[in-house]
């Protein structure tokens, strides 16, 4: 059973950081692309930030040149750099692989930036 865990969500003022991870098992991570989703309240989910097997990055256009996503196989863990954070970055982030056509959800992680 693939099971992902994320963390590193929080309160943190506008113009800082902060890093959410990813913890996946029951998978072999290597072999997938990884997604950041978030939710804000009342909008859609939407994507952030994906890497392929291969190390490939896109970003979504309101991230770009803030936020870093990266993988560390060893550890089956994704990683989402965020830097310069804005009060609409505030969402439930969610971590998320495409297995074979299912799609595997994480449980969600708070990220609010507020002074």
């Known amino acids: 059973q693939v099971q992902l865990v994320e963390s590193g969500g929080g309160l943190v003022q506008p113009g800082g950081s902060l890093t959410l991870s990813c913890v996946a098992s029951?998978?072999?991570?290597?072999?997938?692309?990884w997604t950041w989703y978030r939710q804000a309240p009342g909008k859609g989910r939407e994507l952030v930030a994906r890497?392929?097997?291969?190390?490939?990055?896109d970003y979504a256009n309101s991230v770009k040149g803030r936020f870093t996503i990266s993988r560390d196989n060893a550890k089956s863990t994704v990683f989402l750099q965020m830097n310069n954070l804005k009060p609409e970055d505030t969402a439930v982030y969610y971590c998320?692989?495409?297995?074979?056509?299912?799609?595997?959800w994480g449980q969600g992680i708070q990220v609010t930036v507020s002074s």
């Open positions: 998320n692989c495409n297995v074979f056509g299912k799609l595997i």
């Open positions: 029951g998978i072999i991570f290597s072999s997938f692309t």
């Open positions: 890497i392929t097997a291969t190390s490939t990055t």
